[in-house]
C-alpha cells in the first residue's frame, strides 16, 4: 500500500485540500449553538406568560395543514405544505379535497429518486433553496420533506419519493438539501422516522428489525439530517417499531432522536399517525398533525389538557412541546417577521429543475455508442409510449406538485428536433388499453429510422404511489411484448423508462439503449432530449440496486415482505440492497452506483495519507476524462473490512464525489475517511466502534467496477456516539 504519512504541521497547512470543508455554510435554523442564548430567553418568557389551553393549543392542529395562533402573544398561525419535490397545491381547510385556487402552482422537481441519482449534494442544495424560495412564497413556514426511508423492497410504493437505498447516499443528499431549504427561513420536515419501508398495512405494519440494522441502515440519513443540517421538524411514521406507534414511540423519540442525538427541533406526527394521547404526551409527540374536524377531539387537544389538569401529564412535559414549537419559529423568523421574501417558478428555478433532471436521468445501455442520437443523420423518429405524452408531476399523492407547466418527453423532442426530423406519436398501450393501440404501435416502428419508446410506470395506485406497493416488478400493460413487437419491428430502439426499477430480461438485451428516466419533473422532457441528442452528457447513476428477478432481492428472497399477521421482520438485517447481492453474489441487473456516460474515465495513482494524531485517512486518487467530449463521473469509494470478526456486508459505500471534467482533463480526488468508515455499531457497548485491523479500500464507477483497490490497517480502535 502506497502511504504517505504527514505530521500535525502538514496537517494545518492541507487542510483545505484534504478535507474538502462541506459546500455550504451551515443552515440557518439556530436551533443549537452560540446565539441561542437570546432566543430561548425569549421562549421561557413567552412560556411563562401562557395559560394551559394556549399551551395546548400549540401541539395539535387546527385545519388539515395549520396550526393556531395566539395572538395577544404575536405567536402567529403556523402553515405547513408538502413536500419533497415542490409545495404542493393547496388543500381544503378541513378535508382531503383540493382547495380549487388558481394561485398555488409551483415548480415541479424530479422526483427523490432521479435527486438521489445525481448523487450531487451540490445540486440537492440548490432544489431545496429553490423549494424553501417557493414556500416563502407561497406563505408556509414548514416543508413536509425530504423523504429518507431506505429502499427496502423495489415494491415500496414510496421509493420514487425517497433517495435510494444507501445510508451514506441518503444522508449527503438530505443534508444538501435540508441547508438550502433552510437558507430559506423554512423549516425541512425529515421524514419519515422511521422504517417506513413499504406502503402495505403502512398504518398499523409492525416492524422487527436488529439494532445493528436499524443503527447502521435505517436511521444514519436521520441522524445527519438532524446533526449535520440542524433540521427543525422531524415526521414520525404510520408505522410501528417494535410494538409501538412510530409517532409516539419513546425508544426512536425520546432515547434515540432526542436523547442521543440531541434533537432540539419538533416532532410532529404523520397526517393522524397519532393514536393515544398518553403515549402521545409522554413519549416524545411535539406537535400532532392531519386529525380532522372538530380538531380539539384529538389526542394531543382536549383529551390531553383534561390530563394535564388532572395531574396524569407534568406541565413540563408540555412545556418541552412548546419550547420545541416556538424554537422552530423563532429560528425560522416566523415570530418576528423579518423573513425571507420568496419567489415562484423564476428562470432560475426552471433550470434548477431542468439541471436536476439532467443529472439524474441514467443511462443503463449504450450498445456501440448508439446514443447521441445526430439529427443530422435521422430522418424520422417514431415516438412510442403512453408515457411520451402522459403528465408524472400532478401524480402519486402527497407529494404531487401542481406545476406551472410540465415538458413531457414528446415535447421535449418536438422542442429539440422538431424542425428537423419527422416526429410520429403512437400511444402504443395504455391502462385497459385495446390490442389495436400495439398494431398502430409497430406500423410506426416500422416507418421510422428510429424508434425512441417512453414507457415504464407512473402514479396510478399499485405503481409509484403513496397508499399501496406495487405488486410486481414486471413492467404493467403489456408493455414487455409491446416493446418485443417493436424491436422485432424496427431493431433501433431506445427503451426510456419512467418510474422505479422493473424487470428487463423480456427485450434488453434487443435494444441498443436503455435510459431510467424516474419521474424527471416539469422540465424533464427538456432534460432527456438534450440526453438523447448529446447536448447533455448523462452523468447520473444508480442509488439503488436493480435486480434482475424481485427474488433476487433481500426481503423478497427471504420471503419476509410485506410480513404476517401484522409484523414484518427484516431478517436480511444489514444486507441491503448491494450488501445483500455482493455479500451473497448474485449478480443484479444493474449495480448500485452504475450509469454510463458519452464520455470515459479513467482512473490513476491510488495513495492514502495517513496523519499523525489522525486516526482516519485520505485517499488521493487521478480521474482523466479519456474522451473526446466532457462529462461527469462519480467515483464511489468502498470499504471492505478483512476478517472483521463480526458480521459484515462484503463492502460499504464509504464516500463519493462527483467531478465535472472536460475532454483529457484530469483532475485529483481526495477523500477522507475518518473513523466511522470503518466502524459498526456494536449493541453491546451501545457506540459505533471501529475496529483496527485490516480493510480492503476500492475505488470505482459503481459497486461492481472497481477500478483502484489496496489494502489500508487501521492501528486505532475508536468508539462513538
Ligand atoms: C404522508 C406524509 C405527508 C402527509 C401530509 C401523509 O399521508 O405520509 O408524507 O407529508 O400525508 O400530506
Redesign the pocket.
Known amino acids: 500500500m502506497k502511504i504517505k504519512r504527514l505530521t500535525r504541521f502538514w496537517l494545518v497547512f492541507l487542510a483545505p485540500v484534504l478535507w474538502p470543508v462541506a459546500g455550504h455554510a451551515q443552515a440557518d435554523l439556530a436551533l443549537t449553538g452560540a446565539n441561542t442564548n437570546e432566543m430561548e430567553k425569549r421562549i421561557d418568557e413567552l412560556v411563562s406568560q401562557m395559560t394551559l389551553e394556549e399551551k395546548v393549543s400549540l401541539v395539535h392542529a387546527d385545519s388539515?395543514?395549520t396550526t393556531a395562533g395566539i395572538a395577544r402573544l404575536g405567536i402567529p398561525p403556523r402553515t405547513?405544505s408538502?413536500?419533497?419535490h415542490g409545495v404542493?397545491e393547496e388543500?381544503a381547510r378541513d378535508s382531503w379535497r383540493p382547495a380549487g385556487r388558481t394561485d398555488d402552482f409551483s415548480t415541479a422537481m424530479p422526483a427523490g429518486i432521479c435527486l438521489a441519482a445525481t448523487w450531487n449534494p451540490d445540486v440537492a442544495f440548490q432544489e431545496g433553496e429553490t423549494i424553501g424560495q417557493e414556500a416563502r412564497a407561497r406563505g408556509k413556514d414548514i416543508m413536509?420533506?425530504p423523504?429518507v426511508n431506505i429502499l427496502r423492497t423495489p415494491l415500496g410504493g414510496?421509493n420514487f419519493?425517497y433517495l435510494g437505498e444507501d445510508p451514506l447516499l441518503a444522508a449527503r443528499l438530505a443534508v444538501g438539501f435540508i441547508r438550502g431549504e433552510q437558507s430559506q427561513n423554512i423549516s425541512s420536515?425529515v421524514?419519515?422516522f422511521a422504517l417506513?419501508n413499504q406502503e402495505f398495512q403502512?398504518d398499523s405494519i409492525n416492524v422487527e428489525v436488529d439494532e445493528r440494522a436499524l443503527r447502521e441502515i435505517y436511521l444514519p440519513a436521520f441522524k445527519a439530517a438532524v446533526q449535520e443540517a440542524g433540521v427543525g421538524c422531524v415526521?414520525g411514521?404510520?408505522n410501528q417499531f417494535r410494538g409501538q406507534h412510530c409517532c409516539e414511540n419513546d425508544y426512536l423519540l425520546n432515547q434515540i432522536l432526542k436523547g442521543e442525538w440531541g434533537f432540539r427541533g419538533l416532532v410532529m406526527s404523520?397526517?393522524?399517525?397519532a393514536h393515544n394521547t398518553r403515549e402521545a404526551a409522554l413519549n416524545g409527540l411535539d406537535l400532532e398533525?392531519?386529525t380532522e374536524k372538530p380538531y380539539h377531539d384529538y389526542y394531543l387537544a382536549q383529551p390531553y389538557l383534561e390530563g394535564l389538569k388532572s395531574g396524569e401529564f407534568p406541565v413540563a412535559g408540555l412545556d418541552d412541546k412548546v419550547r420545541r414549537n416556538l424554537r422552530v419559529m423563532f429560528a425560522t423568523r416566523a415570530v418576528d417577521s423579518n423573513r425571507q421574501r420568496g419567489s415562484l417558478n423564476t428562470a432560475a428555478h426552471q433550470a434548477v429543475s431542468r439541471k436536476v433532471a439532467e443529472e439524474g436521468i441514467v443511462l443503463l445501455k449504450n450498445e456501440n455508442h448508439f446514443l447521441p442520437l445526430d439529427p443530422a443523420r435521422i430522418q424520422s423518429i417514431a415516438v412510442i409510449g403512453e408515457n411520451a405524452v402522459r403528465l408524472q408531476t400532478h401524480g402519486g399523492?402527497?407529494?404531487e406538485i401542481k406545476a406551472f407547466y410540465e415538458i413531457t418527453p414528446l415535447q421535449g423532442l418536438v422542442n429539440r428536433v422538431g424542425k428537423q426530423v419527422n416526429l410520429t406519436f403512437s400511444e402504443g398501450y395504455r391502462k385497459n388499453g385495446d390490442p389495436a393501440l400495439a398494431e398502430r404501435a409497430v406500423a410506426a416502428a416500422k416507418a421510422a429510422d428510429v424508434v425512441i419508446y417512453v414507457g415504464g410506470l407512473n402514479h396510478d395506485l399499485g405503481n409509484d404511489c403513496?397508499?399501496g406497493d406495487r405488486t410486481s416488478l414486471k413492467l404493467p400493460y403489456g408493455q414487455d411484448e409491446l416493446i418485443q413487437k417493436i424491436v422485432a419491428a424496427n431493431p433501433h430502439t431506445i427503451v426510456v423508462l419512467d418510474g422505479t426499477m422493473v424487470e428487463m430480461d423480456a427485450w434488453l438485451d434487443q435494444v441498443p439503449a436503455v435510459l431510467q428516466a424516474w419521474y424527471s419533473g416539469m422540465e424533464g422532457g427538456n432534460a432527456l432530449a438534450g440526453i438523447l441528442f448529446g447536448d447533455v452528457n448523462p452523468s447520473g447513476k444508480l442509488p439503488a440496486t436493480f435486480p434482475r428477478h424481485l427474488a433476487d432481492s433481500p426481503a423478497h428472497a427471504l420471503g419476509n415482505y410485506p410480513g404476517t399477521n401484522g409484523v414484518v421482520t427484516y431478517q436480511e438485517g444489514l444486507l441491503v440492497g448491494y450488501r445483500w447481492f455482493d455479500t451473497k453474489n448474485i449478480e443484479p441487473l444493474f449495480p448500485f452506483g452504475f450509469g454510463l456516460s458519452y464520455a470515459s474515465f479513467e482512473y490513476t495513482n491510488l495513495v492514502f495519507t495517513v496523519t499523525s494524531g489522525d486516526p482516519g485517512v485520505a485517499v488521493e486518487f487521478g480521474i482523466k476524462n479519456t474522451s473526446a467530449v466532457a462529462g461527469a463521473e462519480i467515483a464511489q469509494l468502498y470499504v471492505q473490512p478483512v476478517n472483521p470478526g463480526v458480521a459484515r456486508p462484503l463492502k460499504e459505500l464509504k464516500a463519493f464525489k462527483k467531478v465535472f471534467l472536460k475532454p483529457g482533463e484530469s483532475q485529483f480526488i481526495s477523500l477522507r475517511l475518518g473513523p466511522s468508515a470503518f466502524a459498526y455499531y456494536s449493541p453491546d457497548q451501545k457506540s459505533w466502534v471501529a475496529r483496527p485491523g485490516d480493510y480492503k479500500i476500492l475505488v470505482g464507477a459503481s459497486s461492481r467496477d472497481i477500478r483502484l483497490q489496496d489494502d489500508f490497517k487501521l492501528t486505532k480502535s475508536t468508539r462513538f456516539n
Open positions: 388539515k395543514f405547513l408538502d413536500g419533497p404542493r388543500i413536509l420533506g423523504g414510496r419519493e420536515c421524514k419519515h417506513n403502512r415526521m411514521a404510520y404523520d397526517w393522524n399517525g398533525m392531519g399523492a402527497s407529494s403513496e397508499g
